[in-house]
């Protein structure tokens, strides 16, 4: 995979992550917290949905795609029992109460928007499937535009609304989450109308699905188990708290994109840059070297941006106070995973990745635990805390687990200079007042102090790179 490639396939995430950062700031001026955070449940349980109808089909399609003699047999083995359990689901529920999905997930009996959410799961189901047909042609640019373009359409759908003085309910936002996933979804149809077609076509293969759901289950499980270490804190802000206080959160989580980008383009790169170090027979010690940088850079990063988070106040409006409290133990979670992916590449090495699951399913127990007790009582400050303590113990198992299976790595610095993190994100939390500011500067202060050594090496190493 060249550079280019990879520039393409990290235009994707990277992008839609990007405008995820610009969209939601801006929404927040024109709806209530409150429909921020019925779309913030919206997009949960959109990610939840895909994970549970797809029983790791995709995954089976990508793993078996190379391999099958008819990959128009392959996709329909693996999209078709989605969407009868999908039929099924949906009919279930809305037979029994139409309103029952729009109650549960937004506060608000109407069957209307329990039938447009489910019209939503069922368009995002479908792009996933149909964009993984993009992604196995190895049409890097195709696929990252679209997970790029929903993103656009949403954006250019929010300004033709301010622009008309259309209404501000949560409606609008859903069927602007609804229109610019089926815009995405005709594109992707139309591009691959001659394969789909071919494939509706051809009887359904009961043998292959049973060997394909055999593959794609347990790393269903996995799959879920993260999901749920992810969406925990706002299922209990929902339950237990309100929409409001889940609509400031979210807008928390949306500051922490630049963490989300940096982990997203990080996984695309390193996973393939570690293979090729090992399988060349180069020293590991460049593997270890990366991780002692990262933890540095993560430590930077974070103390600059507590220094710096007293400026969201200028950026939202007033009801949204909370958020500069909460943006760095958001932030913490997707850097803590990204340091965890430095460490537990010896799994991968070893081939014992169910002990990976194993720590996804672990740090999700906590969270879930952390959740109960502290959301109750602290609202979004109990999320925040729960959810970044649950993301440092998964690194923790994970970095022990690779250590043990493969080769062990020095990894006190990595949890000292981690939990010190955690403990200032908290006590910003339990403060939250100006004297935040003083925190991390001491913290950074003490960072560049206690390790201005690895900070000159790295220096010097990026400009003998460059050079």
């Known amino acids: 995979?060249?550079?280019?490639?990879?520039?393409?396939?990290?235009?994707?995430?990277?992008?839609?992550?990007?405008?995820?950062?610009?969209?939601?700031?801006?929404?927040?001026?024109h709806f209530s917290s409150e429909d921020v955070g019925r779309l913030s449940m919206l997009f949960i349980v959109q990610s939840f949905a895909?994970?549970?109808?797809?029983?790791?089909?995709?995954?089976?399609?990508?793993?078996?795609?190379?391999?099958?003699k008819d990959v128009g047999q392959l996709f329909k083995d693996c999209i078709t029992p989605g969407i009868i359990l999908f039929i099924i689901t949906s009919l279930t529920?809305?037979?029994?109460?139409?309103?029952?999905?729009?109650?549960?997930?937004?506060?608000?009996?109407?069957?209307?928007?329990?039938?447009?959410?489910?019209?939503?799961?069922?368009?995002?189901?479908l792009q996933r499937f149909i964009s993984l047909i993009v992604r196995m042609q190895e049409n890097a640019l195709l696929f990252s535009l679209s997970q790029f373009l929903p993103k656009v359409f949403f954006l250019c759908y929010f300004f033709i609304i301010i622009l008309f003085e259309e209404g501000s309910g949560f409606i609008y936002l859903l069927l602007g989450q609804l229109i610019s996933n089926l815009l995405i979804l005709l594109y992707l149809l139309y591009?691959?109308?001659?394969g789909i077609y071919k494939s509706i076509l051809i009887k359904f293969s009961i043998k292959r699905f049973s060997e394909y759901f055999s593959y794609g289950l347990p790393l269903t499980i996995g799959a879920i188990a993260y999901w749920g270490l992810t969406a925990t804190d706002k299922f209990f802000l929902r339950a237990y708290s309100s929409l409001n206080?889940?609509?400031?959160?979210?807008?928390?989580?949306?500051?922490s994109t630049a963490a989300i980008i940096f982990q997203k383009v990080f996984t695309t790169i390193w996973t393939p840059y570690v293979y090729k170090t090992i399988n060349g027979g180069h020293d590991d010690n460049e593997?270890?070297?990366?991780?002692?940088?990262?933890?540095?850079?993560?430590?930077?990063?974070?103390?600059?941006?507590?220094?710096?988070?007293?400026?969201?106040?200028?950026?939202?409006?007033?009801?949204?106070?909370?958020?500069?409290?909460?943006v760095i133990p958001c932030m913490l979670a997707p850097l803590f995973y990204v340091l965890s992916e430095t460490t537990v590449i010896g799994l991968n090495i070893v081939k014992k990745t169910n002990y990976s699951m194993l720590a996804s399913i672990f740090a999700f127990a906590i969270n879930f635990i952390g959740n109960f007790f502290l959301v109750k009582k602290f609202g979004a400050y109990g999320a925040?805390?729960?959810?970044?303590?649950?993301?440092?113990?998964?690194?923790?198992?994970?970095?022990?687990?690779?250590?043990?299976?493969?080769?062990?790595i020095p990894r006190v610095r990595l949890y000292i200079l981690t939990l010190f993190l955690l403990v200032a994100s908290i006590v910003t939390i339990i403060l939250s007042s100006k004297?935040?500011?003083?925190?991390?500067?001491?913290?950074?202060?003490?960072?560049?102090?206690?390790?201005?050594?690895?900070?000159?090496?790295?220096?010097?190493?990026?400009?003998?790179?460059?050079?």
């Open 1 to 29: 995979m060249n550079l280019r490639t990879i520039t393409q396939y990290s235009l994707g995430p990277v992008g839609s992550a990007f405008l995820g950062f610009v969209t939601l700031p801006l929404i927040t001026w």
């Open 50 to 68: 895909v994970l549970f109808f797809s029983i790791g089909l995709d995954q089976s399609y990508i793993r078996y795609y190379y391999s099958s």
């Open 93 to 125: 529920l809305y037979l029994f109460d139409p309103t029952l999905i729009s109650y549960i997930l937004f506060g608000i009996e109407d069957s209307t928007l329990t039938l447009m959410t489910l019209a939503c799961i069922l368009v995002v189901y």
């Open 191 to 194: 591009g691959n109308k001659e």
């Open 245 to 255: 206080e889940l609509g400031i959160y979210s807008v928390a989580i949306s500051f």
């Open 287 to 326: 593997i270890r070297n990366i991780n002692k940088y990262v933890v540095l850079f993560v430590a930077v990063i974070i103390s600059l941006l507590g220094m710096a988070s007293w400026v969201i106040d200028y950026i939202l409006p007033n009801e949204y106070s909370l958020v500069k409290y909460l």
């Open 384 to 408: 925040a805390i729960s959810t970044a303590t649950s993301f440092w113990v998964f690194l923790v198992l994970r970095t022990e687990l690779s250590c043990y299976f493969w080769k062990s």
């Open 435 to 467: 004297v935040i500011v003083l925190i991390w500067v001491f913290l950074s202060l003490a960072v560049v102090t206690l390790f201005y050594k690895d900070f000159l090496f790295m220096l010097s190493t990026i400009k003998k790179a460059k050079v």
